[in-house]
Every structure is written in structure tokens, then in C-alpha cells.
């Protein structure tokens, strides 16, 4: 098991069925109508001549409009309640460590990372207690997995030009 320093926040809770709903809500929150217009209008090849660093800044752009159109209306997405709130100080691709011994060996959680990424946004997890301060990944969305694993390449070659750097 090998893991990166990273230091990001995890809530957690024990796992039970209603964590399942909101689960699945926050996957498909990448499939939210510019999402599925973007996504469709890709798969009929109309994006092929656009730049698509600017194409994602123009969706990231769109999606905080539609955030602050939802704050103006005093819309607020209610996201469940979670026991368990620690930060992280290794990341792994199937595995994470957290600072504090609060797991239970062989004990299944719901979880929400805070990922540092463009656009940053909370990742959902279901994973299980490896160790007091370790966790076995589960599940996670496809795209979130993309990108969290993005995230712990991208620390990764970070902590190598740093040594670089100064050996």
C-alpha cells in the first residue's frame, strides 16, 4: 500500500441505505443539463474544432451562474448530515489514510471529499475499514475516480519536482 501526502477533508458516517440516495444524486451531478447537452453534442462530434480547456472553463462558468441564480432564489441544496468529520494524510488509488484512528476494521461507510480540483466540488465514496485509519475504496463515480486519481498523480509528480529541486 502506498500512498501520497495529501491533505484533504473527509466527512463520513456509517453506511446505511439512505447515504445510497444521496450517492447516486451527487454522481449524476455532473449530469446536469449543460452536462448532458455538452456530453451528447460530443458524442455527435459537434466539439470537434472547439478548444476544450475553454469549453470546460465556459461549463465551470455556466454552472456558477447557475449557482448563484440558485443562492439569489434561496435555493439551497441540503446535502445529509454526516457524524464524522477528519482530514487526510495519504491518498492511494484504492486506499486512503486519515489522521485520526476512527474506522473500524471491516465496517462499511458513506463519505464526501472535499477534492481540490477544477471545479472543485464534493466527491462521494462508499468504503470500508481497512484499518483504524485506513480505507478500502468501494465505490465511486466513474468521473469522480478520474479525477481523483488525477489529483493524487498531479501531488505525486509535485513531491518529485520538489525533491528535485532541493537534492
Known amino acids: 500500500m502506498r ?15 439512505k447515504f445510497k440516495e444521496e450517492y447516486d444524486k451527487l454522481g449524476s451531478e455532473s449530469e446536469d443539463p449543460i ?10 462530434g459537434e466539439t470537434r474544432d472547439t478548444d476544450p480547456v475553454l469549453l470546460e472553463l465556459l461549463i465551470a462558468l455556466h454552472r456558477k451562474v ?11 441544496k441540503e446535502l445529509l448530515p454526516l457524524k464524522y468529520k477528519t482530514e487526510t494524510e495519504g491518498l492511494g488509488f484504492e486506499y ?3 489522521k485520526e484512528p476512527m474506522l473500524e476494521k471491516g465496517k462499511k461507510y458513506y463519505g464526501r471529499f472535499d477534492l481540490p ?13 481497512y484499518d483504524n485509519d ?6 465511486m463515480h466513474e468521473k469522480d475516480e478520474k479525477d481523483y486519481n488525477a489529483y493524487i498523480t498531479a501531488r505525486e509528480r509535485a513531491i518529485i519536482r520538489e525533491m528535485k529541486k532541493n537534492g
Open 134 to 139: 485506513i480505507g478500502k475504496i468501494l465505490f
Open 35 to 44: 452536462g448532458q447537452y455538452i456530453k451528447l453534442a460530443k458524442a455527435r
Open 96 to 98: 486512503f489514510k486519515i
Open 117 to 129: 480540483v477544477f471545479p472543485e466540488r464534493k466527491v462521494p465514496v462508499i468504503f470500508e475499514g
Open 66 to 76: 447557475d449557482e448563484l441564480t440558485a443562492l439569489v432564489k434561496n435555493e439551497k
Open 3 to 17: 500512498f501520497v501526502p495529501a491533505y484533504i477533508t473527509l466527512e463520513f458516517d456509517e453506511y446505511n441505505e
